[in-house]
């Protein structure tokens, strides 16, 4: 399976994970603490962060999907 298609899969998974968890979170904050809303948005970002990291780094170590180095000159 292409890496392109891949990280597309995972990333609507965990949309749509994040979302329902986002309701989840917003419904019960109306009536807890305001601080889990914070958390959960905290939890996103990292979330968000480690994925973004995984992908850059699996293209900069990847040399059979390097476009770069097809040039001819």
């Known amino acids: 399976m292409p890496l392109d298609k891949f990280v597309l899969i995972i990333v609507c998974v965990i949309g749509a994970a994040l979302a329902t968890v986002y309701i989840g979170v917003a419904l019960v904050a109306t009536t ?6 914070g958390l959960a948005v ?3 970002i990292a979330l ?5 990291w995984r992908v850059i780094s699996e293209r900069l170590r990847n040399k059979d999907d390097d476009h ?3 040039f001819e000159n």
């Open 68 to 70: 770069y180095d097809r």
């Open 32 to 37: 807890q603490m305001p601080t889990a809303m």
């Open 48 to 52: 968000c962060a480690y994925i973004a």
């Open 42 to 44: 905290l939890s996103l």
